[in-house]
């Protein structure tokens, strides 16, 4: 079989339009593959339902939520904290597939915008935190949660999620750089990630927690945007109460907790990523 | 075109590379030759940017490995040992993701990939996962990523490893056409037949040090000439004098007098001279050959052990290579 050969323009010089293209080429790349294994999204479908469904009508039976709010409208805002913060370590847990196969041997010879493979992971994670938050939204809906407070804080609230699903997943990026393989990046993040989402507002109020716990809790990012989302979907929040700064204040410490982190671990994992990948 | 001047590399005590220097000028062939754990992968790793040597330069055009890493990978094309083909997407998907990696615009990325899998035999299997492909047409389509750019240097790290013998074949040719167009090329290898049949000059490498450098006639000549064995029906008085004429030192002759070996400068026709002789003498003869000497007696000569995979070796080389040399002759 004989083709013409394809005359071929010249490559787009290295600048931000080359970043975005090569940004978006390979989150093009990490979408089939979750298009090829669909199963790897049960964590931000399928769990988020579950629990939601769980904890409501299990735990949800047994708590009295203070001025006898219903349960629904206090949980739909932890559970969606909760699932965004344990399903966080999917970004880790792609990129080091991605650093133990040989692709990464292959991108490294390419004239690309190296950040490149990290920015499209952690976009790639706040897609699939979106698809999470959308499960967890409808889900709530049908047993009973009701956001109040007009369109545009309803929407504020869920931005918050994401922007910290965001923020998070580059501190989780940085655990999948420094990790051996995709099986230990997964246990690193069970252990720091599951407490993280626990020891917080997200499913009971904080106020009867032992005081060490408590001042943990009520400065940890999780229970911050969990009461911003509260506050601004007008649905009960307990937290209101407590005298910590981030309580009383929770979408600015939201917001703060979010930069802090992305300002910390996305040159963090640039660095590291160069470190790992140019022995 | 590819320099590299005291190349040294340590992974923690152990040498990979001790002192390699190197140049490959425009638009030839150099092979690097060695066998497993000698440091070839290692010296492709530094030569592509992909680690960095603990000592000494490499420049590739001109513009050093190191310092300069974004030019060089805008103008070289890699093929690494181990597949780096992305095993989640077609074969088409991969070619069209490295294109766009390398700046190109989406339609050239496509109309290249096109082009690319029809010259490597794999339009049929264009938009099938690589799950589902052989070896060798993975093989096939890393070689193919490495050379979706057009780049005017390539780096072949053992490109035909694991192939059967027609796409080893196959792939030379490749590789032929690929440096008539104007490529430089630095192709690593364990096989000595493919160094012998692809490359200008030959870099003998072993335990990470450059131990013989030259054309493969050039090396050939080092170990000796070739060497003439007839083998005769029946023992006969005559026939060391008589092949004495022909040969270029003393005859060898074994016990039962029907085998006789001699050194030979290799001539055409020397074989059927030698028979018309032994017929005219009235010999018969059952059988003559004349060996040239092959690599792996040039590497047995310099190293004093043959070329089959050293155990010792470091552990950037997979185990398969073990494997497939292990079946070769």
């Known amino acids: ?279 | 075109m590819i320099r590299a001047e005291g190349l040294q590399k340590r992974f923690g005590p152990t040498i990979a590379l001790a002192g390699v220097d190197l140049d490959v000028p425009p638009g030839s062939i150099l092979g690097v030759l060695g066998p497993n754990g000698s440091g070839k992968t290692t010296l492709v790793r530094i030569l592509t940017t992909l680690s960095r040597p603990t000592a000494g330069s490499a420049w590739v055009a001109g513009h050093d490995v190191v310092r300069e890493a974004p030019a060089v990978r805008r103008i070289i094309g890699v093929t690494a040992q181990s597949a780096t083909v992305d095993e989640l997407l077609t074969g088409r998907q991969n070619l069209v993701l490295v294109g766009q990696l390398s700046g190109l615009r989406r339609g050239d990325a496509r109309s290249r990939a096109e082009e690319l899998l029809a010259q490597f035999d794999l339009t049929d299997a264009a938009d099938r996962v690589l799950n589902g492909y052989s070896g060798g047409m993975r093989r096939r389509l890393d070689l193919a990523a490495g050379l979706v750019t057009r780049p005017p240097v390539l780096f072949l790290d053992e490109p035909t490893t694991g192939l059967d013998p027609t796409s080893r074949v196959r792939m030379w040719d490749v590789i032929r056409v690929l440096v008539k167009d104007g490529a430089t090329l630095l192709l690593t290898t364990q096989y000595l037949d493919e160094a012998d049949e692809l490359a200008d000059r030959i870099l003998v490498i072993d335990h990470g040090k450059v131990i013989a450098e030259g054309t493969s006639a050039e090396l050939k000549s080092a170990t000796g000439g070739a060497r003439l064995e007839v083998n005769l029906s029946e023992s006969h008085t005559n026939a060391a004098a008589l092949l004495d004429p022909f040969v270029s030192g003393p005859v060898h002759e074994s016990q039962d007098g029907r085998r006789l070996r001699a050194p030979v400068r290799s001539g055409s026709g020397l074989a059927s001279t030698v028979m018309r002789a032994f017929e005219a003498a009235g010999i018969t003869v059952d059988d003559i050959e004349v060996h040239r000497p092959s690599l792996d007696d040039v590497f047995f000569s310099l190293t004093g052990h043959p070329s089959a995979p050293d155990d010792a070796g470091d552990a950037n080389e997979e185990p398969l290579r073990a494997e497939v040399e292990a079946v070769r002759p």
């Open chain 1, 1 to 279: 079989m004989t083709v013409t050969a394809a005359t071929l323009r010249m490559p787009r010089p290295p600048g931000v339009v080359r970043w975005l293209c090569d940004v978006l080429a390979l989150t093009r790349r990490n979408m089939v593959h979750i298009a090829r294994e669909p199963l790897q999204l049960s964590d931000v479908t399928v769990q988020p339902v579950l629990f939601t469904l769980l904890f409501v009508y299990v735990f949800g039976a047994g708590v009295v939520v203070a001025g006898g709010q219903s349960y629904a409208d206090f949980a739909i805002a932890g559970l969606l904290a909760f699932s965004l913060t344990t399903s966080a370590m999917g970004t880790g847990v792609g990129l080091s597939t991605d650093l133990n196969s040989g692709v990464i041997d292959r991108l490294g010879t390419l004239p690309m915008w190296r950040p490149a493979v990290l920015v499209s992971r952690s976009i790639t994670d706040l897609l699939t935190s979106c698809l999470c938050a959308l499960m967890v939204a409808v889900t709530g809906l049908c047993v009973g949660w009701r956001p109040t407070g007009g369109v545009g804080s309803i929407a504020a609230g869920f931005a918050i999620f994401l922007l910290f699903a965001y923020a998070l997943s580059w501190g989780c990026a940085c655990l999948g750089l420094v990790s051996k393989g995709p099986e230990s990046a997964q246990g690193i993040g069970l252990v720091i990630l599951f407490p993280l989402a626990i020891v917080s507002n997200v499913l009971v109020p904080t106020q009867h927690m032992p005081a060490v716990i408590r001042a943990v809790a009520d400065w940890n990012p999780v229970s911050a945007v969990t009461a911003a989302g509260r506050t601004l979907w007008h649905n009960p929040n307990p937290s209101a109460s407590i005298h910590a700064w981030p309580m009383r204040h929770p979408v600015e410490a939201s917001l703060l907790w979010c930069a802090l982190l992305l300002l910390v671990f996305a040159p963090l994992g640039t660095v590291l990523y160069r470190r790992r990948t140019t022995g």
